[in-house]
């Protein structure tokens, strides 16, 4: 079993729109979960982190953790074209473990 | 503050070859982690390195080694290079402590023939 599952997607979402990408990992011990972008041809680039079960806010973006549930999300809001690409999960035990990468979502924002 | 540098960014070899890539952290960041990026696989943890030791190792072949230096530089060697290898090579940054968030350098291409 992959220890983060990301539907690959394409995720298409009208320009405005609400985009959700959903992430869902194995390890119950994982205490840290990130969100990172990544452009084509790029490297990532970090969107928001959370620790804690809830919500987080960052501007249009909004990280969702569910321990419980095994589930950490993030919603983007009013989608732009400029937010096509693709997003990867990453979890992480703590300091000194390896942060594991979902395989992630291609988002694609239509004008 | 500066980011996270790589070098080269682009190298072509052929098999049986090896090669050297460097990373420079973060002013201040003493964790650097090595990650393998493939259209097939994804980001796959290499290793990682804090303080000059290895602390966590991923599941690849022994080809695959790197070290840290006193500066926290990074540099991380493939020997006797195969068509696999063929993909993007991505260093990571971060303090080291917990809860630690890691910032990714520009990535070295690497194409094997």
């Known amino acids: 079993q992959k220890e983060v599952e990301q539907n690959s997607g394409p995720l298409s979402v009208p320009e405005g729109a609400i985009a959700s990408l959903n992430c869902t990992y194995s390890d119950r011990g994982s205490q840290s979960f990130f969100w990172y972008r990544q452009y084509s041809g790029k490297s990532p680039e970090l969107i928001m982190f959370i620790y804690s079960n809830g919500d987080k806010e960052d501007g249009r973006f909004t990280a969702q953790l569910n321990k419980a549930s095994q589930y950490v999300s993030l919603l983007i809001r009013d989608s732009q074209p400029s937010d096509s690409a693709t997003y990867l999960c990453a979890v992480n035990r703590g300091s000194g473990y390896a942060l594991n990468f979902g395989k992630g979502t291609s988002l694609l924002v239509t004008p | 503050k500066a980011g996270v540098t790589q070098t080269p960014r682009y190298l072509i070899k052929t098999r049986g070859q090896q090669v050297t890539l460097s990373c420079s952290p973060i002013s201040g960041h003493r964790s650097v982690s090595w990650y393998q990026q493939t259209p097939g696989q994804g980001l796959q943890f290499l290793f990682e390195y804090f303080s000059e030791t290895q602390r966590n190792k991923g599941n690849f072949p022994g080809r695959f080694s790197g070290r840290q230096f006193s500066n926290s530089r990074s540099e991380m060697n493939v020997s006797t290079l195969e068509l696999g290898d063929s993909a993007l090579y991505l260093c990571?940054?971060?303090?080291?402590?917990?809860?630690?968030?890691?910032?990714f350098g520009p990535g070295t291409r690497l194409l094997v023939l």
């Open positions: 990571a940054s971060s303090l080291g402590s917990a809860q630690e968030t890691q910032y």
